[in-house]
């Protein structure tokens, strides 16, 4: 896919995984280029840990240590020592009773890849992502919350993820959470320079002309209607927004496509697809689908993306499960 380029330094270095219980911890051995730094700028500099996640560390018990006794972030290091850091999150406010009530009387979505630092999971048609006005306890990362905390025998507050992304209620497919902090940051980052993407499929109404055979790249910046929430439009005062696609299957009243991003504006998909004449099948914004009874025929497909801390490529394709319309 597009985006993919060179990993960083840090991310191609293995980290030592040490699990107690919930708590997830990192381990490194400290060389003898390394001796004479102090841990925050050992973990800042050299390991890509942010500023605050380092305060975050050190205000934990056992936050930040060397050969498992606790320091301070001004310790020296020294050739041969083991720093050990904990990447576990502040506790959420969530009710754990709404989010198992709403969870065990609906959908439950599949999980797709699971490590340490990400999980990966499919959402169906219609559900929020996540916790919003008027959604609390029905969401994706709600269910997804209880269903860990329930298997590993924990609370579902004290299960953390983090969106990477994000879908429309509408939309179906992929969802990327980080399971801690740090991972959030570096798959952000991932994201921002283009090593992080995913593709999808959209089932367009009408048929394309035959020069849009090979990849064609729609670049129109995309901005709010005023005076409607929640609906965008193409306006040359908007965000830049980029999409590209490709022609990937042709029936008698509609078209398939696979398209990937550039940018993430909100709806850029359909708006894009509707400014070209071509709406989504049941868009009840942008089309001819209605509301409360149709979904835009649009799936999060395929994903890729490098595992945190160790670099390893992720390579995740449903498109056969996009295809069923599953």
Known sequence: MRGEKKMKKEETEDAAWRMEGAAHRLQFQIEAAD??????????????????QVKRMKFQQGGICINQKQVRVTHVLAAGERLEVSLVAPKQKKSKLQAESEMNSGMMPDILYEDRDV???????????????????DTLMDRMQVRLAQRDGLEAADVPLYS???????????????RNQVAAQRLWQQRMDGRFQKQYL???????????????????????????????????AGKHAVTYCRIWREMENETWLLLHLETGRTHQIRVH?????????????????KAGETCAALTACSAVFFQPFTGKRILLNYLDKAERGE
């Open 164 to 178: 990477i992304g994000r879908l429309d209620s509408d939309t179906s497919g992929i969802v990327v959470f980080a």
């Open 273 to 289: 697809m509707a400014w070209m004449g071509y709406p989504l099948v049941g868009d009840s914004l942008y089309g001819n689908g």
């Open 202 to 236: 959209a089932k367009c109404e009408g048929h394309f002309p035959k020069k849009t055979d090979e990849e064609q790249c729609i670049s129109q910046p995309v901005a709010p209607v005023p005076g409607e929430l929640n609906r965008m439009r193409v306006d040359p």
């Open 119 to 137: 999980l990966a999971v499919w959402k169906p048609h219609g559900m929020i992502l996540h916790p919003s006005h008027g959604h609390h306890g």
């Open 35 to 52: 001796q004479g730094e102090t841990v925050w700028n050992y973990l800042t500099r050299k390991k890509g840990f942010t500023k605050m």
